[in-house]
């Protein structure tokens, strides 16, 4: 929660908004082995840079990684 906290107060996002992405995406990402840190920096730029809701963000990320997953497992070309 703290290092949650020091990217919100670093960032343009909040710690919420950080929450709410992170609720949608966090068990793709820990599937593709991404760290909370990371996932945190991504959520947090994205959500700066593009001013979308943090729900958005964290499901466009989930489908990114649940394709990355996929073409990983050779399901996907």
Known sequence: ???LAAVA???ASSLGELSTGMSKVASAA???GVGEDQLAAQLATITSVT???PE???TA???MYA???D???GMDE
């Open 1 to 3: 929660m703290d290092r």
């Open 9 to 11: 107060a670093k960032s």
């Open 30 to 32: 820990a599937t593709l």
């Open 51 to 53: 001013k979308q809701a």
């Open 56 to 58: 958005s963000v964290g």
């Open 61 to 63: 990320l989930r489908t």
């Open 67 to 69: 394709r990355i997953s």
């Open 71 to 73: 073409i990983q497992a």
